[in-house]
């Protein structure tokens, strides 16, 4: 893939914005952006360690997003950013965080997605929702896709491994994390999906990633062609980088 730069007038107001909205549950809240014109699609972003539902929501993402849907160059969408920690968990390390996305599955099915979908005023099907995520979102995204193929087609893992097997396990232990998501698909009864990996070249989850998505390619009858992989040159991990993989990639999310 072309890594095109975000044009710059993206990251400023656009006349036709979308609206965010919070959405509370529990003692928690998920924030769901709709978009200034109907939609059929819903994107779930899940934020990455030490960080919250805010991280995506910031002025340049939902701008170049506003912008993208006013150019024509993406199809209107729902976005919904919840916050895979509880409310009281101070201990945000990479060992805290990888039982947090985990659990937050359940969260996502039980809560999350009805919420959201409710206030977007229809459920979605599984072919027009996708889970992405940056680094620890990332992690949830492959979670996703090892226990909810029912809720999702779509999966955008953005610098972030599978922790199947343990901490960066996609780097520790590649193919047992890979016969583990192929082991994930048999048992779902292998419905249609699409995974689009995304990472830079000097990404500190890099080689971990990259680890992964090799020894998937050992399952060619399981990932083959539903499993993209894209590496910009000198990326890395922070979210200014991520938003020019979305913009990327979100033009052809649901259409690959
Ligand atoms: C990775 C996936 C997630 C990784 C780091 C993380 C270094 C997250 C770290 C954190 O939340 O502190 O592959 O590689």
């Known amino acids: 893939m072309d890594m095109k730069r975000i044009p710059r007038e993206y990251l400023e107001p656009c006349d036709s914005a979308g609206k965010v909205e919070r959405l509370d549950y529990g003692d ?84 999350v997605v009805p919420l959201a979908e409710r206030h977007a005023g229809r459920a979605f099907g599984r072919g027009d929702r996708a889970i992405g995520g940056f680094s620890m979102g990332g992690v949830t995204t492959w979670y996703a896709f090892m226990e909810a193929l029912d809720l999702f087609h779509w999966f955008l893992p953005l610098s972030g491994d599978c922790w199947a097997c343990g901490e960066t396990g996609g780097g520790k232990h590649p193919a047992e994390t890979a016969k583990a998501l192929a082991d994930a698909l048999e048992r779902q009864g ?67």
């Open 28 to 111: 928690k809240y998920a924030l769901l952006y709709a978009p200034a014109q109907p939609a059929e699609r819903i994107l779930y972003l899940i934020h990455g360690g030490g960080g919250s539902q805010h991280d995506f929501f910031c002025p340049d993402f939902l701008n170049m997003v506003d912008h993208m849907i006013d150019a024509g160059e993406l199809r209107p969408l729902y976005m919904v950013a919840p916050c895979f920690y509880d409310p009281k968990e101070t201990d945000k390390t990479p060992a805290s965080s990888g039982v947090a996305v985990k659990k937050f599955i359940d969260e996502l099915r039980r809560d």
């Open 190 to 256: 292998r419905p249609g999906f699409s995974i689009h990996a995304i990472t830079g070249s000097k990404d500190i989850a890099f080689p971990n990633l990259d680890a992964q998505i090799r020894a998937m390619g050992e399952y060619p009858q399981d990932f083959g062609e539903a499993l993209a992989y894209d590496v910009m040159e000198g990326g890395v991990h922070d979210y200014e980088t991520i938003f020019r993989y979305l913009y990327n990639a979100l033009p052809g999310l649901f259409a690959r």
